[in-house]
């Protein structure tokens, strides 16, 4: 009968690290949408308005056409401006102790430049008599026509990278349309769902080690955020990761490493060498035999279990056709951890 020669180690029960991994796409932490509000044709921008294009803070992203809505802006401008003037004659006569800071208001309006605020009403006359020619509604209606002005033109609200551009010069933009997506790309976040039973591990401002699926970079990375709620088809926790580095793009799958607790008094092994019944083969004297585990904790290869007493001889690889009570003849690998080379579901 030929006996078949098994890989054996001897367990030693130790503190084991519990490591969760999780991953998810990286995503810019400072991400705009960008949207116009108005209509009009793009005339430019500081730069080309291309996928890729740098822009420093508060350089111009997109200048829309604004000279026929300038024009409106101007005439209510020149109505306000003409109203308070034909206020002055009266104000002069029934009100000489504001006259002055009225006329102070005129002489400093510039139909060129923004709208001043009007001056304090400090009598209930005063107020009657402004808000009666017409002055306080002409003033707002000119405010709010400049607000609307303004959106106009678009400025970057932090240095970054434009990364879609959904027009092009000379393109007529309508309200609500698509222009492009703005980023930041010194901060980066990654999304990754957590199970909820290892939501214990993790607090925000703990370090989370991050590392590329192709294995090209490894980076250290900053829980910022937890969600409360649990996802209720998943049973997973969301968790926010903030990472930074030139290295990193939007978009770029990464796989985060989570340090939980430590278990004591376990052992860490292939997931394989367990049955379908949690049960694992050790050796007795050179005969299989099968004792029960208690798996306490599963990564994609290995399993932490315990119950099993220091000294026993457990198998360091599967064996087919393994039964209890099958003659073996052992062979020590001494240390050195056994390769994993299949997957257990």
């Known amino acids: 009968m030929q006996v078949k020669t098994v890989f054996v180690d001897t367990v030693e029960n130790t ?9 998810g796409n990286l995503t810019a932490k400072q991400r705009i949408a960008l949207f116009s509000e108005v209509q009009g044709i793009f005339r430019g921008s500081a730069h080309p308005f291309k996928p890729g294009q740098p822009y420093s803070r508060g350089e111009v992203l997109l200048r829309i ?5 300038q024009a409106s802006v101007q005439s209510a401008k020149s109505n306000l401006y003409n109203l308070i003037t034909a206020a002055m004659p009266d104000l002069r006569l029934d009100f000489p102790e504001i006259y002055p800071k009225w006329q102070a208001y005129l ?11 009007l001056p304090d009403m400090t009598s209930d006359k005063e107020r009657y008599f402004i808000n009666g020619r017409n ?3 002409s003033y707002y209606n000119v405010k709010n026509l ?5 959106k106009y033109v678009i400025r970057a609200p932090y240095s970054g990278v434009l990364t879609q551009a959904d027009v092009t010069e000379g393109t007529l933009v309508r309200p609500g349309q698509a222009l492009g997506v703005f980023i930041n790309p010194s901060v980066y976040e990654l999304e990754v769902a957590v199970n909820k039973s290892y939501s214990d591990f993790l607090k925000v401002g703990r370090e989370v080690q991050l590392e590329s699926l192709e294995g090209a970079g490894q980076y250290t990375g900053k829980v910022s955020r937890i969600n409360a709620a649990v996802n ?3 049973q997973t926790v969301s968790v926010f990761i903030d990472v930074s580095s030139p290295k990193l793009k939007e978009g770029m799958y990464l796989e985060a490493l989570i340090q939980g607790r430590q278990e004591e008094d376990a052992i ?3 997931r394989k060498l367990l049955t379908e019944r949690g049960e694992l083969y050790i050796l ?3 005969v299989l035999d099968l004792v029960p585990a208690t798996p306490v904790f599963f990564t994609e290869q290995t399993a932490v279990i315990k119950g099993i007493e220091n000294g026993t001889v457990i198998l360091t690889r599967p064996v087919p056709g393994a039964y209890p009570g099958m003659i073996v003849k052992p062979y020590r690998e001494g240390a050195q951890a056994p390769e994993v080379t299949e997957n257990m579901p």
């Open 232 to 234: 209720q088809e998943s």
């Open 268 to 270: 860490e092994v292939p």
């Open 107 to 117: 002489d400093g309006f510039d139909l060129g430049g923004p709208t001043p605020v």
């Open 146 to 150: 400049e607000q609307r002005l303004g």
């Open 65 to 69: 056409d604004a000279s026929e809505y």
């Open 284 to 286: 007795r004297d050179s």
């Open 15 to 23: 503190a084991v690290p519990i490591r969760v991994r999780a991953n």
């Open 135 to 137: 002055i306080v509604t």
